[in-house]
């Protein structure tokens, strides 16, 4: 995609984190900007402080979760814009925990954002982005899904939030191969980032009433979220830098969005396990964070 200036983008989790910084990366750019967030009070902040600066931008709260109102946010930037040319189905939640451990509300919250929430968004804005290739030979359009390098990599209490990375890598891949069968025009990438300082590790505070689980947490998965805390905090890489490598690898036609190289080693050792026939296995040396979040797990385990 060569084209960002007066083109539209369409971001979801939008409010805060890595969405913001995608939504300020695209301002930068001159897009026009339609902003999807659970939480409305984020989302305002974020439309108010790009338009101050002079971006064309419009908030829009919804649960992406929610097949209906993402299909109703795609018509509304259809509305408004005419087309969208770049589209981030980003919103994402977390959880963790020994895997049996995960009730099935678990399981239907974080699904339901990490995996429903890009389904739904292919599902509503690719037959659009079709639909104004077809009309406009000069359209250019790109579908970015965020995934994680736990949509590559597995670790100890990461279960319910590497199946539903496994499952957004495994989509992506698939949305690239079908769209090669219907137009040039539109192409798909998945984004992988590793630990990145945002409040991800917070996001039960938006978890719905009816999906809230009655009893207390589990030994593991205290620990679980507290490791994930404590890695998200001390990322190696801010939100801004990812989304300034995103949009360069947009650019260059890129399907795969690794901006942390320093995790590659770990997806090696993974692949040469599945083509040698052996048993996963983790070189915790090489990722500190990993190995924290074991022995924090086996610690709470053993009181």
């Known amino acids: 995609m060569r084209q960002f200036k007066d083109s539209v983008a369409v971001i979801t989790g939008a409010g805060a984190g890595l969405g913001k910084a995608l939504a300020m990366a695209a301002a930068r750019r001159g897009m026009r900007l339609v902003l999807a967030d659970i939480e409305a009070g984020v989302l305002n902040q974020t439309v108010n402080g790009l338009r101050s600066e002079g971006a064309d931008a419009v908030g829009i709260v919804i649960d992406v979760s929610d097949a209906s109102a993402v299909d109703q946010l795609a018509q509304a930037a259809m509305d408004r814009f005419g087309q969208v040319h770049l589209l981030f189905n980003n919103a994402g939640v977390t959880a963790g925990g020994l895997v049996w451990e995960n009730t099935e509300k678990d399981w239907d919250w974080l699904l339901g954002v990490n995996l429903k929430g890009v389904i739904n968004g292919i599902r509503s804005f690719t037959p659009r982005m079709v639909a104004s290739a077809a009309a406009d030979p000069a359209y250019e359009g790109c579908i970015v899904n965020t995934a994680s390098m736990a949509g590559l990599l597995t670790a100890p209490g990461m279960g319910i939030y590497s199946v539903s990375k496994h499952a957004v890598v495994a989509l992506s891949e698939c949305l690239r191969h079908d769209l090669q069968l219907v137009t040039p025009q539109l192409r798909a990438a998945v984004l992988c980032p590793s630990y990145v300082s945002t409040e991800i590790g917070h996001s039960d505070r938006n978890r719905p009433a009816h999906l809230l689980d009655t009893a207390p947490l589990t030994k593991s998965q205290l620990a679980a979220r507290a490791a994930a805390q404590q890695a998200v905090k001390n990322g190696a890489i801010s939100a801004d830098e990812v989304a300034e490598i995103t949009f360069k690898a947009v650019a260059d036609d890129?399907?795969?969005?690794?901006?942390?190289?320093?995790?590659?080693?770990?997806?090696?050792?993974?692949?040469?396990?599945?083509?040698?026939?052996?048993?996963?296995?983790?070189?915790?040396?090489?990722?500190?964070?990993?190995?924290?979040?074991?022995?924090?797990?086996?610690?709470?385990?053993?009181?």
């Open 254 to 303: 890129r399907f795969y969005v690794f901006p942390s190289p320093e995790a590659l080693p770990l997806v090696k050792a993974r692949i040469d396990h599945v083509l040698n026939q052996t048993n996963p296995d983790l070189p915790y040396d090489l990722v500190p964070a990993l190995k924290q979040r074991r022995d924090r797990i086996l610690s709470a385990l053993a009181q």
